[in-house]
């Protein structure tokens, strides 16, 4: 059983930058692909970025695409979520997501398991 706790939501004004940190525990955290999702009130959970087991590989939404990061730090047991630019547009619930079997990595339920998320407030 892993287990995932996001920090570093807060509220920004636009154009501002964020970092958003998962930590895995209970789990061998290297053997999971991680993603990054959101959901806005209202709006069902969507993609926002993925990253392999390795970090070798990195996918983004066509939506925050140069705006975005995602990395990762397998001897912290830790996902990374860089956050430029930022637009009102994006303020949502930040959630992260570990996969261990994945395909496609864009799909919620591709996912095993599952943080609390964290919250992202954009004002224009």
């Known amino acids: 059983q892993v287990q995932l706790v996001e920090s570093g939501g807060g509220l920004v004004q636009a154009g501002g930058s964020l970092r958003l940190s998962c930590a895995a525990s209970?789990?061998?955290?290297?053997?999971?692909?991680m993603g990054w999702f959101r959901q806005a009130p209202g709006k069902e959970r969507e993609f926002v970025a993925a990253?392999?087991?390795?970090?070798?590989?990195?996918y983004y939404a066509d939506s925050v695409k140069g705006r975005f990061t995602i990395s990762r730090d397998n001897a912290k047991n830790t996902v990374y979520l860089q956050m430029n630019s930022l637009k009102p547009e994006d303020t949502a619930v930040y959630y992260c997501?570990?996969?261990?079997?994945?395909?496609?990595?864009?799909?919620?339920?591709?996912?095993?398991?599952w943080g609390q998320g964290t919250q992202v407030t954009v004002s224009s």
């Open positions: 990253i392999s087991w390795s970090g070798g590989s990195t």
């Open positions: 209970g789990g061998t955290f290297s053997s999971y692909a």
């Open positions: 997501a570990a996969c261990l079997d994945c395909g496609w990595l864009t799909y919620t339920y591709e996912y095993d398991y």
